[in-house]
T-cell receptor, first 113, second 115 residues
Framework: GDSVTQMEGPVTLSEEAFLTINCTYTATGYPSLFWYVQYPGEGLQLLLKATKADDKGSNKGFEATYRKETTSFHLEKGSVQVSDSAVYFCALTFSGGYNKLIFGAGTRLAVHP | DAGVIQSPRHEVTEMGQEVTLRCKPISGHNSLFWYRQTMMRGLELLIYFNNNVPIDDSGMPEDRFSAKMPNASFSTLKIQPSEPRDSAVYFC?????????????FGDGTRLSIL
């Protein structure tokens, strides 16, 4: 079945370090891909998305590129801040369906000053 | 703009009691989702409504769980009787017409503790 695999956390970084959170997917078709972020005590918020191969989603300094050949959607940021500390979820969904999101397990990021 | 509103934010009750969680989706959204989040199982989709009609309830754990959407601006998730293993954070999310892959907008969740 369709699934999303994320790197296990926690990821611990110092402020201004480079961030990569790996995400790979298994899907029978061509899904849309998303990154959601969950701050402590809050619900999930859409961070960025890409709907077709080679698309790059970007927001708040975060980027991710839809790589069909490697079935990946890795999240990157050049310089993290303490305020980026949160749990990050990679997810996929298919057009033509009812927008059912399939989530990865989430990766916790902790950024220290 | 108001986001998805859930109530209560926290609920603590004893085993065997009925629990009702409430959700008000974003105005104009016609898709509504209920999720459960636990450390062990992550995020699980419980049920999905489109235009107030339940479309997929395959994620509902068992008959103790039920969900309704009497109108476009309100939904409930009920657990009766509640058990300690139901302790989790329950999220409601809404989105525009599903076939367009619009993002889901989540509420802040209800943290449920069953003693």
């Amino acid at each position: 079945g369709d699934s999303v695999t994320q790197m296990e956390g926690p990821v611990t970084l110092s402020e201004e370090a480079f961030l990569t959170i790996n995400c790979t997917y298994t899907a029978t078709g061509y899904p849309s891909l998303f990154w959601y972020v969950q701050y402590p005590g809050e619900g999930l918020q859409l961070l960025l998305k890409a709907t077709k191969a080679d698309d790059k989603g970007s927001n708040k300094g975060f980027e991710a590129t839809y790589r069909k050949e490697t079935t990946s959607f890795h999240l990157e940021k050049g310089s993290v801040q303490v305020s980026d500390s949160a749990v990050y979820f990679c997810a996929l969904t298919f057009s033509g369906g009812y927008n059912k999101l399939i989530f990865g397990a989430g990766t916790r990021l902790a950024v220290h000053p | 703009d108001a986001g998805v509103i859930q109530s209560p934010r926290h609920e603590v009750t004893e085993m065997g009691q009925e629990v009702t969680l409430r959700c008000k989706p974003i105005s104009g959204h016609n898709s509504l989702f209920w999720y459960r989040q636990t450390m062990m199982r992550g995020l699980e989709l419980l049920i999905y409504f489109n235009n107030n009609v339940p479309i997929d309830d395959s994620g509902m754990p068992e008959d103790r769980f039920s969900a309704k959407m009497p109108n476009a601006s309100f939904s409930t998730l009920k657990i009766q009787p509640s058990e300690p293993r139901d302790s989790a954070v329950y999220f409601c999310a809404s989105s525009l017409r599903p076939e367009s892959n619009q993002p889901q907008h989540f509420g802040d969740g209800t943290r449920l503790s069953i003693l």
